[in-house]
């Protein structure tokens, strides 16, 4: 599986941006999907995850409320909604894939990432 993630970008404080993550390969549909991200000098941290079949999602506390994780296996996508940002949210995001149903992790296969930068 080979994923590509898009859609980061420049925003102010208290608005909105969607990524989306594009998955190659037939089985994408069977994959536990999720997101993580990396600020600078920061661990890499789980953000959200979501099920095969969109049954079953996990948010992490730091943005539960605020972000919402979808996927359109039709499409080979999957998504990060991310409304009320917060500068705290300025980090790489990464899309993971995993044959196995791991929600939290771990992941076998990542995307390359993509910056979302939150002005205050």
């Known amino acids: 599986v080979q994923l590509q993630a898009f859609g980061g970008g420049l925003v102010q404080a208290g608005g909105s941006l969607r990524l989306s993550c594009a998955a190659s390969?037939?089985?994408?549909?069977?994959?536990?999907m999720a997101w993580f991200r990396q600020a600078g000098g920061k661990e890499r941290e789980f953000v959200a995850g979501?099920?095969?079949?969109?049954?079953?999602?996990y948010i992490a506390n730091s943005v539960k409320g605020r972000f919402t994780i979808s996927r359109d296996n039709a499409k080979n996508t999957v998504y990060l909604q991310m409304n009320s940002l917060k500068s705290e949210d300025t980090a790489v995001y990464y899309c993971?894939?995993?044959?196995?149903?791991?929600?939290?992790?771990?992941?076998?296969?990542w995307g390359q990432g993509t910056q979302v930068t939150v002005s205050s």
């Open positions: 993971a894939a995993d044959p196995k149903n791991v929600l939290l992790g771990p992941y076998a296969y």
């Open positions: 979501i099920s095969w079949s969109s049954g079953t999602t």
């Open positions: 390969g037939r089985t994408f549909s069977t994959y536990s």
